[in-house]
């Protein structure tokens, strides 16, 4: 059931059940973070592996003491800056966390999200919440409540609507090695805004033998339609020839009567705005049973870096 009362799905909490929250990321699917039924709950509805870890969203920068320990000064100081927000951190886990929210690690993730109702829930429960973005593994992240509900209407008892995400992207996450910080996973805060307090930071690369890496599978975030990205959208069409094509474009519509829908993630061409409409334009074109749907390729700088990246994951291997 979608609801906007916090105090209910307070109380599905506190009994170890799982719900759907809101925050300004992506939505995402809940339970109790000292609870190891709750997180089990978790991985089974999502259908998500066992070695890919959760991220821990705690109600403010202070509460990070209570789930890690031995943090490195750059990720108090990013911490400062950025939370509440899109930005993750992978610091050394205390004790009491259980191994199943951090896949054995030694580390765990910890955000405070930045979203309205999800932090008065937060501020209610004494207990944080272990979350994945609330969609079955390896499909398109819901950044609405509707998203959410054609998932998992049946099996979640409720989803705390908080209306459309923000930002429209997942967070970025920052690991630490060598005291130095290291890019996990592109995200609604551009390397750009990361770098003006650490400095040029590393980018971790991601592949599928090296799961350490975090949950950046090579195919993930994917439509059930076959997807393309390319620079040249015109010369991508004509190899597909009286096929139902759908176009994901950054900035203009293409002139072609032959394609059955475009999509079109922002018209002045801000990478913001593009980022936020990302998800429920894909899950519109993926709807609308095309045979192919080619996306576009964005500038790459800022939030285009963190688009392109989910584009390339996208598509087809
Ligand atoms: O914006 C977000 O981050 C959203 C909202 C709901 O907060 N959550 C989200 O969760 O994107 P999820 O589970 O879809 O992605 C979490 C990522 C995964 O790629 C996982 O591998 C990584 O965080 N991760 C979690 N714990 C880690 C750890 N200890 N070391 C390295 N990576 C970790
Ligand atoms: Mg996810």
Redesign the pocket.
């Known amino acids: 059931m979608i609801t906007t009362d916090i105090n209910t799905v307070k109380n599905t909490l506190e009994n170890n059940e799982i719900v759907a929250i809101p925050?300004e990321?992506?939505?995402?699917l809940a339970g109790n973070a000292y609870n190891e039924s709750a997180i089990k709950k978790i991985f089974e509805l999502k259908k998500r592996p066992f070695y890919?870890?959760?991220?821990v969203?705690i109600k403010s920068t202070e509460f990070i003491h209570q789930v890690a320990c031995d943090i490195p000064e750059m990720a108090i100081r990013l911490a400062n800056q950025f939370w509440p927000g899109?930005l993750?951190l992978?610091v050394k886990k205390q004790a009491h966390i259980p191994d199943l929210i951090?896949a054995g690690?030694d580390?765990?993730?910890v955000?405070v999200?930045n979203h309205p109702l999800t932090l008065a829930l937060l501020e209610k429960l004494d207990f944080p919440l272990a979350?994945?973005?609330a969609n079955p593994f390896g499909s398109i992240s819901p950044t609405s409540a509707n998203h959410v509900a054609n998932y998992f209407e049946d099996n979640l008892e409720f989803i705390l609507d908080g209306g459309e995400c923000t930002n429209g992207v997942?967070?970025t996450?920052i690991?630490f090695e060598n005291n130095q910080a290291v890019l996990?996973?592109h995200?609604s805060i551009a390397i750009e805004e990361i770098e003006k307090i650490t400095g040029k930071i590393s980018v971790k690369s991601n592949n599928n033998s090296s799961p350490e890496a975090?949950?950046?599978l090579s195919r993930h975030y994917a439509p059930k339609t076959t997807t393309y990205l390319t620079q040249n959208i015109d010369e991508l069409i004509t190899s597909f020839e009286n096929k139902k094509i759908g176009l994901l474009l950054f900035q203009n519509k293409i002139k072609n009567e032959t394609i059955i829908h475009q999509e079109i993630l922002s018209d002045s061409g801000n990478l913001k705005e593009a980022a936020k409409n990302l998800y429920a334009a894909m899950h519109r074109l993926d709807k609308k049973n095309l045979d192919v749907i080619i996306a576009e390729k964005m500038p790459d700088n800022g939030l285009g870096k963190t688009i392109n990246d989910r584009l390339q994951r996208a598509i087809k291997k």
Do not use: D, F, Q
């Open positions: 925050t990321t992506v939505y995402g890919n870890p959760l991220i969203h899109s993750t992978i951090t690690k580390t765990v993730a955000r999200p979350a994945p973005s997942e967070s996450i690991g996990y996973r995200g975090p949950g950046m």
